[in-house]
């Protein structure tokens, strides 16, 4: 059962990941780059397992970015079969991840047919639970979500339900995927890279990062467990003193 357990005070309401080092982690063992997708899978559902343990209410991850088109087609498709692996391994588990739900953020129009209807079909499966909530970031990049809050709200103003001047942070908040969930309090990126990749650019005002050495194949719940302790130790002025 999800979130059944003691609440745990240490915990952040919202954690994104970004799950980067698939590739290095193949090539460090001289095999093509979709083997690490696999295990950088195996990884994912491990750690969503965990969070839904702990009893975490939102996991923001990253799977596959507006950008990642420029890669080997074999490799993208790779990475589209394993996603549709996991929503169908998520049905034949239904009943041990009870109350997780899964959204998928990012322009799914891009996607191939049988992964938009198996999305829909995963994201109907959570409706009315109230257990962790996962969005998996997929054809996802934060200067295009930006892009589609702007053309909501001008499409508003064209239809003169709201004035120019009424447009606020909440009203931009509230056209992004995330519409209705907290920020992220923590980023965390494996891999060594320290950079954001446009992921959750404007929802990460004020998130703090932790970056780890960790290629994301590698990431167990223990790294999870240690960027939590890092996060307790910052402390978060939100602009205050
Ligand atoms: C992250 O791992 C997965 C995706 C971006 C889809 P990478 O494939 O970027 O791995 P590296 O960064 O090349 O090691
Ligand atoms: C970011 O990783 C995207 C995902 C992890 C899905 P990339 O590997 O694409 O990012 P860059 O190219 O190193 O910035
Ligand atoms: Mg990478």
């Given at each position: ?5 003691p ?38 559902r ?27 087609k ?41 992964l938009?209807?198996?999305?829909k ?10 257990g ?24 508003m ?40 990749s ?6 990460a ?37």
């Amino acid at each position: 059962m999800a979130n059944n357990q003691p609440c745990r005070e240490d915990l952040p309401e919202h954690i994104g990941i970004i799950m980067d080092g698939n590739g290095r982690w193949a090539k460090k063992r001289a095999l093509p780059r979709k083997y690490g997708h696999r295990e950088g899978a195996k990884a994912f559902r491990k750690i969503v397992e965990y969070c839904d343990k702990i009893g975490l209410h939102y996991l923001t991850v990253y799977a596959f970015s507006t950008e990642n088109w420029k890669r080997p087609k074999d490799e993208v498709d790779s990475i589209m079969q394993l996603l549709e692996q996991y929503i169908d391994e998520a049905f034949d588990h239904k009943n041990e991840s009870d109350g997780v739900r899964t959204k998928f953020i990012g322009d799914m129009s891009a996607l191939s047919p049988v992964l938009q209807e198996k999305i829909k079909r995963i994201e109907a499966l959570g409706e009315g639970k109230s257990g962790l909530l996962v969005n998996v970031a997929l054809n996802y990049g934060g200067r295009h979500e930006l892009v589609h809050s702007m053309r909501a709200l001008a499409e508003m103003v064209r239809e003169q339900k709201i004035a120019p001047e009424e447009i606020d942070e909440a009203m931009v908040s509230d056209h992004l995927y995330t519409a209705g969930q907290p920020d992220p309090d923590l980023i965390i990126r494996p891999s060594g890279e320290e950079r954001l990749s446009n992921f959750l650019i404007w929802q990460a005002a004020y998130s703090e990062f932790v970056f780890m050495d960790v290629l994301w194949p590698d990431f167990k719940p223990e790294h999870l467990e240690e960027a939590i302790r890092i996060f307790n130790q910052r402390h978060r002025r939100f602009g205050g003193i």
